[in-house]
């Protein structure tokens, strides 16, 4: 029995010429649904949120306040920069010429009772600059930790490049003073000399041209090596040196 071939039918005679379903039918009264999907998407889509115009001004503000401020600062740092170059200011030059003591003297109470006469050379070496020396400049001499003697200096104006000597009588009292003759006189067997520390607290003025600035406070402090304590009689002074510090 001869077998006869099966036919099968083309697929592409079989497949569909035209789509089943019309595509205007797969499409709602509402329009295309992927149109629509992104509508709705677009719709509800979140929003940026608002500015704060507040916060926004504060930085504003702050920002130039810091600007101000750093522009006064370079202002103020470049007008001192400038006199200071065209001043050239230096501190004034102390010594201690002379020093007498024409009191030293234990008291029955055990205090010590001293006198001193003071000569101060002050030198301004400023060729620009004048110093005011005001009121209430005051002067002391000390023993270790002990103060002997004080006294203050008197008010005057000292010009460009001036040299001035000034003396000064200073006078005192130490209580419970039998500790410190001993001292002393150990002190100058011992070594051969005695050393006073002079302190010295005047309040000043500056002056350059017609501008006269506000009131400072020079401190100075000379240490002062002499041969001995003798009463009414000139103190050799072996060495000295003086140290300055302002305070505004």
Same mark, same amino acid.
């Given at each position: 029995m001869s077998r006869h071939p099966k036919i099968h039918p083309d697929a592409s005679s079989a497949r569909p010429s035209a789509p089943l379903v019309p595509r205007a039918a &797969?499409?709602?009264? $509402?329009?295309? /649904? &992927?149109?629509? %999907?992104l %509508? $709705?998407?677009? %719709?509800?889509?979140?929003?940026? /949120? /608002?500015?704060?115009r507040g916060r926004s001004c504060c930085c504003r503000c702050v920002c130039y306040t810091l600007c101000l401020l750093f522009l006064l600062v370079v202002a103020v740092g470049a007008t001192i920069g400038i006199l200071y170059l065209v001043l050239k200011p230096k501190l004034p030059d102390y010594s201690i010429d002379r020093l007498q003591l024409t009191q030293f003297a234990l008291n029955q109470d055990s205090s010590l009772s001293t006198a001193f006469n003071v000569t101060i050379t002050a030198k301004n070496p400023n060729e620009k600059i004048g110093i005011y020396y005001e009121d209430g400049i005051e002067i002391t001499v000390w023993y270790n930790e002990t103060k002997l003697s004080e006294g203050s200096l008197p008010k005057f104006y000292q010009g460009h490049e001036n040299t001035t000597v000034i003396d000064v009588q200073m006078s005192g009292q130490s209580q419970d003073a039998t500790g410190i003759m001993s001292t002393l006189e150990e002190q100058q067997q011992t070594t051969g000399n005695? /050393?006073?520390r002079l302190r010295v607290d005047q309040p000043v003025r500056i002056k350059f041209g017609k501008l006269k600035l506000m009131e400072v406070r020079f401190l100075v402090?000379?240490?002062v090596f002499v041969d001995s304590l003798a009463a009414n009689n000139v103190i050799k002074i072996q060495s000295s040196s003086c140290k300055f510090r302002l305070r505004l």
């Open positions: &797969s499409r709602s009264e $509402q329009g295309d /649904p &992927s149109k629509r %999907t %509508t $709705q998407r677009s %719709t509800y889509a979140p929003l940026a /949120p /608002p500015r704060k005695i /050393p006073l402090r000379c240490g």
